[in-house]
């Protein structure tokens, strides 16, 4: 990635160690998608090389990384599998997430095992109900990316208002004693982030597994008085949109990595060369700079967002639309520049077997995700910026 920024030497091992995967997980991306589940040898080299403790707290040993160094390693696990660099987008950042909790809630998650992994889904199914000491829920959540790998889960509902606290979104974090994992991810593409369904019946959850999601106060993340590395103060949203695009990005590549050796050798049937047709040039010249381009977005926004964490400053309404949508458009931009590679393969590209063809069905799976929604998160930037108030609540 291009970066002005330095990197020490721990942020580059655990980059250095992201590409040495690579080439493991390319082999094995067949096998995901067949299987529904990122293979376990996959999330075993993931925990050895330490990448999924990216960005948890050194307290508990994680290495607390700029989340630069955290995107860019999803970006280059995805140029071998984007299943794999998804569930490690979604799964990687939840110790950020979880440091932001009661010191109690990352206890009990990490004092025994600092590898313990959190599943998640946001949706605000939950039925809830409060009780004395927190609340019993029930409910059905779609959507759980990588969630037979995890032994916790965050999921999602609406909490009532509570004193200064305003009804609003929460996370519930559960064990997996507390929920069952209902397989039924049959779908287009990322076939292998297996994002089953989860399923609880009135489970107790203590208060202090219980956040406030987006609510940035101190109040709200009192595990910032102990994590104080200004990572844990970006706003939630700005991170975990972001989880869930960036791997396109690392895709968009793998897929131009693949096309350029495949051009360089395919002659049609009819004799015609592919690296000397004019439209197969342009889609690959189109997709490199589409990379170049959303990797520099991507390195800006995260300097400004660090550099107001640091400072103790919350993003103002119109920043955070901003980078929200500009986090939407990738899957979208890079779903049209894989069309245009893919196009350019003709019929012997449209193969199962064909990565790029496997890389067009993951961008077009990724792209319904909420998050991924540019026209509706592009229509809350364009309200704000024609004087209208913000329509958002979630950003």
């Not at 998804?86 to 009661?102: D, E, K, S, T």
């Not at 999921?155 to 979104?169: M, N, Q, V, W």
């Not at 799976?365 to 329509?391: C, D």
Request: with cysteine.
């Amino acid at each position: 990635m291009h970066s002005t920024r330095d990197k020490n030497e721990e942020e580059i091992e655990l980059i250095e160690r992201a590409r040495r995967l690579v080439p493991l997980l390319k082999e094995r991306a067949a096998q995901a998608e067949r299987d529904q589940r990122v293979p376990d040898e996959s999330i075993i080299e993931l925990q050895a090389a330490g990448l999924l403790r990216a960005l948890q707290p050194r307290a508990f040993g994680g290495y607390e990384v700029d989340p630069r160094t955290f995107f860019e390693i999803q970006m280059t696990l995805a140029e071998g599998c984007m299943s794999t660099a998804w569930i490690y987008g979604v799964m990687g950042v939840h110790p950020w997430q979880l440091a932001r909790y009661p010191i109690e809630a990352q206890r009990e998650v990490w004092a025994d095992d600092h590898g313990a992994l959190i599943a998640s889904t946001y949706m605000p199914a939950a039925k809830v109900t409060v009780v004395e000491g927190g609340y019993r829920i029930s409910g059905r959540w779609g959507f759980s990316s990588g969630s037979e790998h995890c032994q916790w889960v965050f999921l999602g509902g609406i909490l009532p208002a509570d004193g200064d606290f305003a009804s609003e979104h929460g996370t519930f974090l559960l064990p997996r004693s507390d929920y069952t994992i209902e397989r039924n991810w049959d779908v287009l593409g990322l076939r292998g982030t297996g994002s089953h369904d989860i399923v609880v019946e009135d489970v107790f959850v203590p208060a202090h597994r219980v956040q406030r999601t987006n609510n940035w106060r101190i109040e709200a993340t009192p595990g910032r008085l102990i994590n104080t590395n200004p990572i844990y103060a970006i706003p939630f949203a700005q991170v975990f949109s972001r989880a869930v695009s960036t791997s396109a990005i690392g895709a968009l590549q793998g897929a131009i990595n693949e096309f350029r050796a495949n051009a360089a050798a395919h002659i049609g049937k009819h004799g015609a060369r592919t690296a000397d047709d004019p439209v197969a040039q342009i889609a690959v010249a189109e997709a490199a700079i589409t990379v170049d381009a959303l990797k520099l977005v991507l390195e800006r926004n995260y300097a400004h967002l660090m550099d107001l964490a640091r400072n103790g400053e919350y993003p103002d309404t119109e920043t955070r639309l901003l980078y929200r949508y500009q986090s939407s458009y990738v899957t979208n931009v890079c779903a049209d520049r894989v069309n245009d590679l893919l196009r350019s393969m003709a019929a012997s590209g449209l193969y199962n077997s064909n990565p790029v063809a496997r890389i067009f069905r993951d961008l077009h799976q990724a792209r319904g995700h909420i998050a991924n929604n540019f026209m509706a998160y592009g229509r809350s930037f364009g309200a704000v910026q024609l004087g209208l108030p913000n329509p958002d609540p979630f950003v």
